[in-house]
């Protein structure tokens, strides 16, 4: 794609033809899906409503932070909260593949549901090329099934309409910026949400020390960028290991978790560098996440790896 200006008017034009009468859009606050949203509601307006799930998966403040994105981005759209659903799918459930696939599954059934209320069967989904190329698609092998690909159940009564499947990353901010839409002040965020960084069992208790945990790791990012000591990293996080380890808290040993931060520059998240974080960056990190989350995790660890070989989540 060259021309942004002709992709959107094109874009419009299949829109409404695959869209004769409602349809409801899987908005998750990324770039992705909100140009997409942004892309049908210019093609059918108020026919098609956004609808952003919070499944007790997200970010600290996430909802507020996404809400206003929404807004910013004149997008119509609604809120529905379903962690209790979510928690219940990853009930017991530590192999990465099933989560995505257990946390996909959720988001169809309740998309379904969703789409009953609104009387359509027409689904709008920000899937971007690397999405399905990494699933399988394009004959090449799964790496790893992205929730809103791997997902959709054969049975599914939903249709789905993705009008940003052959583009790439920076071709989506691209046509982004032709829609006026600001870019996210945020750093990507994976659809499965803080479920792929919680190694192991997926619990609200661990899932609340992942939270925390990233939250810290932003926070001290920010101020670092903010104060000009390292470049703005394409991501950065942490990710709650499955394992139990010992620390000292005052005269006592305990046995608790620990938590792995990742920082990454990239240009299209296809591949990644680690990125060399000053000490202090590292050690206010440290020192904030064994504090705010005394006892429970008791060790910080930093990743070193690119992708490949890794992959830039953890799961
Ligand atoms: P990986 O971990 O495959 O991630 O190197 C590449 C980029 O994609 C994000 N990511 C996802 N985004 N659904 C998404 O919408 C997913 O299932 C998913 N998994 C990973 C990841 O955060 C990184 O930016």
Request: no cysteine; glycine share 8%.
């Amino acid at each position: 794609m060259n021309d942004p200006a002709a992709f959107v008017r094109e874009a419009v034009e299949r829109l409404r033809r695959e869209i004769p009468e409602r349809a409801i859009i899987a908005a998750s606050g990324g770039i992705d899906s909100t140009v997409a949203a942004a892309l049908v509601q210019r093609a059918v307006g108020d026919r098609a409503r956004a609808v952003f799930v919070d499944t007790g998966l997200l970010r600290a403040g996430e909802v507020e932070r996404v809400s206003g994105y929404f807004r910013e981005a004149g997008l119509s759209f609604e809120v529905v909260a379903a962690g209790p659903r979510f928690f219940a799918a990853l009930e017991g459930i530590v192999d990465p593949e099933v989560k995505r696939r257990q946390i996909g599954t959720a988001f169809v059934r309740l998309f379904e549901d969703e789409a009953d209320r609104f009387g359509t069967n027409r689904l709008v989904q920000g899937t971007i090329a690397p999405d399905w190329i990494e699933s399988g698609g394009a004959l090449r092998d799964t790496i790893k099934t992205h929730h809103n690909v791997g997902g959709i159940p054969p049975d599914s009564r939903l249709t789905l309409v993705e009008p940003l499947r052959d583009l790439y990353k920076d071709e989506v901010r691209a046509v982004a910026r032709e829609l006026g839409i600001p870019a996210p002040d945020r750093q990507p965020f994976p659809g499965p949400g803080l479920a792929v960084r919680v190694n192991g069992p997926v619990t609200p208790e661990r899932v609340r020390r992942a939270r925390v945990a990233n939250a810290i790791v932003e926070e001290e990012i920010e101020r670092a960028v903010a104060a000009g000591t390292i470049r703005a990293p394409w991501q950065y996080f942490a990710v709650l290991l499955p394992v139990r380890t010992v620390g000292v808290l005052g005269d006592n040993r305990v046995h608790g978790e620990a938590v792995s931060v990742r920082v990454v520059e990239s240009i299209d998240a296809m591949t990644a560098t680690a990125m060399e974080l000053p000490r202090s960056v590292t050690r206010a990190i440290a020192e904030r996440i064994t504090r705010e989350l005394t006892g429970e995790v008791v060790r910080v660890l930093y990743d070193v790896t690119d992708k490949p070989p890794a992959t830039i989540e953890w799961e």
